[in-house]
C-alpha cells in the first residue's frame, strides 16, 4: 500500500513539491494546487499565475468536476490602438512568428482557479501548500536542461521590456542550464496570496499593478479582472474498451477531439484491428470534423455537436469505409507552453491539472515577479483570427486533463503539454495502456506520431507505411517535446514524460 500516493509531474522539483506537501498530510488537491505554483518557478517558461488552465478532481467516492479556470477574452474594443505584434522564434532547423504585446494578454484564470480548488477541496491551511513555491522563488532553483533551451530560445521575449532584461539577463547574458534562477517578488505574490487570497490579484494591489503594467494598449481593465470566475463542469465522460474516461468537456476542444478518436476505435466494426493507418485516419477525421462543425464563434459549445449521433455516424462510416477524405491545412502550427502534473493520493484522490502561460506577452512585471499571457496571439485559440470575438468568453483551449475509472475505482490519471499535439499525445498513451497492454512507463515511452495538417510527424522505431498516400511525411531524428509531454500515474507507477523533462514519484 502506498504510504503518500504517486506524482507526475513537468520537473522534480515540481513532483517534490507535490511530495512534501503529500507528506505534511495534504490530499491530492493540496499537492497539485501547491505543485503548480512551484512549476511557475521550476518550470517558468511553461506556466504561471499570469495564465490559465483546467484541473480535474476526482474525490473518492464523489462525482468527478473539472475545475475550468482557461482564459478569458476582454469585452471587445474596436479600433483600440494596440500594442500587438510578431516576434522570431528560432528553433535551430526552423522560425516561427509569435504574436505577442500588452494587446495579446487575455484574462488570466490560474490564480483564481489554483485557490478556488483549494478552497474546496484542500485538507491543510494554504500557507502549508505554497511553501513549496515560496522556497523555490526566495533560494532559486538550478535551471535543467529543458528550461535551459527555453529560456535560450525565448528569449526575444523574455527580454523584450527592460525589466525582463534585467530578471533574465543578469550581467548582461542570458540565464541557462545550471544557473540559479531566483524570484523574490513572486515569493513575495505569494505571501500576498496567503493573506487576501485571489482578491490581491483580482481586485487588490495586484491588480492596480498589472493593470498599470498593460496600461492603454491593451485590453484588460479593472472590471474584466473583477468579473472573472472559475467554472466547475461536469467532465465529458464516455467508454473505451470497457473503462471510463472522465476529460475536459467543451467549451475546451482538446477533450471531445480526442473522445471523437477514440470512439472512432471503439465503435468500429473492425474494433482492435486499428494499425498506423487508421490511427492517422481518424486523426484525419477529426481535424475535419472539427473545421466542419466550429464555425459560429459566438456558440462556445459547438466543439460537442461533433459527438452527436447524426454527426458520429456519418464520420464512422468514413472510417469504416476506409473512404478517401479530404486533407486540410488549417491546423494552425503552434507549440503552446505547457505542463501537467498529475497525482494519486494514498485515499485514492485524483487530480489531473494542465496549466499555461502561452510564451508570454513580453513585458516582464518585477512587483509581482510575473510576465502575463499572450494568448490573444495563439493561433490555435483563434481560428477566427485575432481580436475578433464579438463579446467576452472562454477560450477554447486544447488542454485535456483526463482520469480513467475501471470498476474499482481510478486506474490512470494523465494529460499533456504541447498545444494542439495534446490530443495526439494523450490519445496515444490511452491507446497503448488499453489496447496494447503495455505498462504506463512504455506507454509514455513509445514513440509518437502527430498529424499537423497536412504533415504527419513522427518519431523514430516507427515504420511508416508506404500508402499513406497524400501526406508529407516529417521523421524526427529523436524523441522531441514536439510531441507533447505526457505525465501519467497509476496507483503503482508514476512516469514523467522525458520530453518535457517529466519527473515521476512512488512514495
Request: proline share 5%; aromatic share 8%; with cysteine.
Amino acid at each position: 500500500m502506498l504510504k503518500y500516493g504517486t506524482i507526475a509531474g513537468g520537473n522534480k522539483i515540481t513532483a517534490q513539491a507535490a511530495y512534501q506537501i503529500l507528506e505534511n498530510g495534504g490530499n491530492a488537491f493540496d499537492a497539485s494546487v501547491g505543485a503548480v505554483f512551484t512549476s511557475m518557478v521550476a518550470e517558468y517558461n511553461l506556466t504561471g499565475p499570469g495564465g490559465g488552465g483546467a484541473l480535474l478532481a476526482c474525490p473518492i467516492n464523489k462525482t468527478p468536476v473539472l475545475f475550468d479556470f482557461f482564459v478569458d477574452t476582454p469585452e471587445p474594443q474596436p479600433n483600440k490602438q494596440l500594442d500587438f505584434f510578431n516576434v522570431l522564434i528560432d528553433f535551430g532547423p526552423s522560425q516561427q512568428a509569435f504574436h505577442i504585446g500588452k494587446g495579446s494578454v487575455a484574462i488570466p484564470g490560474n490564480v483564481a482557479g489554483l485557490l478556488k480548488v483549494h478552497e474546496r477541496l484542500g485538507k491543510i491551511p494554504l500557507k502549508a501548500v505554497l511553501e513549496p513555491a515560496i522556497v523555490a522563488a526566495k533560494d532559486g532553483v538550478i535551471i535543467d536542461e529543458a528550461q535551459g533551451y527555453l529560456f535560450q530560445i525565448l528569449e526575444p521575449i523574455l527580454s523584450h521590456s527592460k525589466a525582463g532584461e534585467k530578471q533574465f539577463k543578469p550581467k548582461g547574458k542570458l540565464i541557462k542550464k545550471g544557473a540559479l534562477f531566483q524570484n523574490v517578488a513572486f515569493a513575495d505574490l505569494l505571501e500576498n496570496l496567503i493573506l487576501e487570497g485571489a482578491d490581491f490579484f483580482y481586485k487588490g494591489e495586484g491588480a492596480k499593478i498589472i493593470l498599470s503594467a498593460i496600461g492603454e494598449q491593451g485590453l484588460l481593465t479593472k472590471s474584466a479582472l473583477e468579473n472573472y470566475r472559475v467554472i466547475e463542469r461536469f467532465p465529458l465522460m464516455s467508454t473505451f474498451q470497457g473503462k471510463t474516461i472522465f476529460t475536459n468537456p467543451a467549451p475546451a476542444t482538446g477533450g471531445t477531439l480526442i473522445t471523437f478518436v477514440l470512439q472512432l476505435l471503439e465503435k468500429t466494426k473492425q474494433k482492435n484491428k486499428w494499425d498506423l493507418q487508421t490511427l492517422v485516419q481518424a486523426m484525419q477525421l477529426a481535424s475535419n470534423v472539427r473545421h466542419e462543425i466550429c464555425t459560429n464563434p459566438n456558440n462556445e459549445t459547438q466543439i460537442s455537436e461533433i459527438l452527436d449521433d447524426k454527426i458520429f455516424n456519418r464520420y464512422l462510416q468514413y472510417f469504416e469505409s476506409n473512404s478517401q477524405v479530404s486533407l486540410n491545412n488549417l491546423d494552425p502550427f503552434s507549440r503552446g507552453e505547457t505542463t501537467q502534473v498529475s497525482i494519486i493520493d494514498k485515499e485514492g484522490n485524483a487530480a489531473s491539472v494542465t496549466t499555461t502561460n502561452g510564451e508570454g506577452c513580453g513585458y516582464f512585471i518585477s512587483e509581482l515577479g510575473l510576465m502575463l499571457n499572450n494568448m490573444l496571439g495563439e493561433e490555435d485559440l483563434n481560428p477566427m483570427g485575432f481580436h475578433q470575438w464579438p463579446r467576452q468568453r472562454r477560450l477554447p483551449t486544447m488542454m485535456s486533463p483526463t482520469v480513467i475509472m475501471g470498476e474499482k475505482g481510478v486506474e490512470m490519471v494523465l494529460g499533456s503539454g504541447g498545444s494542439n499535439r495534446i490530443r495526439s499525445a494523450i490519445a496515444q498513451v490511452i491507446l497503448n495502456v488499453i489496447s496494447k497492454g503495455m505498462t504506463l512507463d512504455e506507454a509514455v515511452k513509445a514513440p509518437r506520431i502527430h498529424l499537423e495538417g497536412n504533415t504527419l510527424h513522427y518519431e523514430p522505431h516507427i515504420d511508416i507505411e508506404n500508402n499513406l498516400n497524400g501526406y508529407d511525411i516529417h521523421a524526427w531524428d529523436k524523441q522531441n517535446l514536439f510531441f507533447g509531454g505526457v505525465n501519467a500515474v497509476t496507483k503503482t507507477e508514476a512516469v514523467g514524460d522525458a520530453r518535457r523533462g517529466g519527473e515521476g514519484i512512488v512514495c
